[in-house]
């Protein structure tokens, strides 16, 4: 990974969604819709530079706020025909304006994953300092794919036989979940109170049925549902596009060359690990995978629990009042009501290359953004 720079990993041709931070904010989600994104380079044409992305995590923290001040759906939709400019500003008063956050294409590799989880995001900009034009977006999913590539081709290391518990990889016990049937607003508060970018979605006997992710947010833009977040999260899903193959999951008893095939095959960020009953037990997500191999290559197993905790994996998450659910068998690898690692945790959201541009009506506004 330090052999191999940034400019190893762009394509010969690709395309580069950018916004002007004077677009509205309705326009400019309204693109990242139409053209399958989840997050885009903001170009300040003031001061003639890049000054941040903008993510779905914005979309979420513009609901919530004005959610919370009981504001109606049509000051909703007024809000939205504000600049991008005015929201970054109530942002930065807010203290939640993170920093923009960038790569030179000579980096190597290898700094690229350490500023991704140092960061705690889950996209990288590359920009040439030279020009400053970005010319890609790094993500872990795309630096995943570069890496299986070349570990096929190498012996098979020891540890790769070991399951992501016994590695320390992931995030066991405390899971954050939601109940098929908690109001969205619970939702999104948790994805920004906890800065986590999915929860599994539990039945009532406490077993995985599916995910609920940041993007799937991105649907109340597209279907203009702002008045509808005390619909459930399942209900909300109905709506989800076809592309999506449910959600990913692997076994607790499965090794980390089991698990990094899958997630690779797949093309998903994570996958949430359960027992045979099908329960959260964990998560193990790309950027846990990465800082293992790629930042501490040399870490050892840690010694297992005492035959007490090992046995004492309990029943069923138990829901709380705001439909929310710690799910799986609780251990002593992660504190009580830690946040999770596996989850990613971070204001940014999942890779998009997967992911087709949803249909749009065609009376809807099109969107004013640039490709390169």
Known sequence: MKAHKCYDLIPTSSKLVVFDTHLPVRKAFYALVYNGVRA????DTDNQRFTGMLTITDFIKILCKHYDKGDNSERIRALEDQQISHWRDQFELDGTLRPFVYIDPNESLHRAVELLCESKVHRLPVLDRKTGNITYILTHKRIMKF??????????????????????????GDILCCHVDTPIHDALELFLKNRVSALPLIDEN???????????????????????L??????????RSEWFEGVQTCLE?????????????????????TDQDKK???????????KNLVLDPCQKPPPPPPQS?????????????????????????SPPHSIPEGIEVEDDDDDDEEAPPPSIDCSTPG??????
């Open 206 to 228: 406490g077993r995985v049925v599916d995910i609920y992710a940041k993007f799937d947010v991105i649907s109340l833009a597209a279907e203009s549902s702002y008045d509808k």
């Open 40 to 43: 885009a380079p903001l170009w």
């Open 230 to 239: 005390d619909c459930t999260v399942q209900e909300a899903l109905q709506h």
């Open 309 to 333: 905790q090992q046995a004492g994996g309990g029943g069923p998450p138990t829901r709380n009042a705001s439909g929310t659910s710690t799910g799986g068998a609780s251990s002593s690898d």
């Open 367 to 372: 969107p004013s953004s640039a490709a390169t």
């Open 253 to 273: 008893t499965d090794s980390l060359f089991q698990v990094l095939e899958a997630i690779v095959k797949a093309e998903v960020h994570r996958l949430i690990v």
């Open 147 to 172: 890496l299986s590539l070349y570990m096929r081709d190498l012996p098979r290391p020891s540890f790769m036989s070991c399951t992501p518990r016994e590695l320390g990889i992931g995030a066991w």
């Open 280 to 290: 959260v037990v964990g998560v193990v997500s790309l950027s846990d995978i990465l």
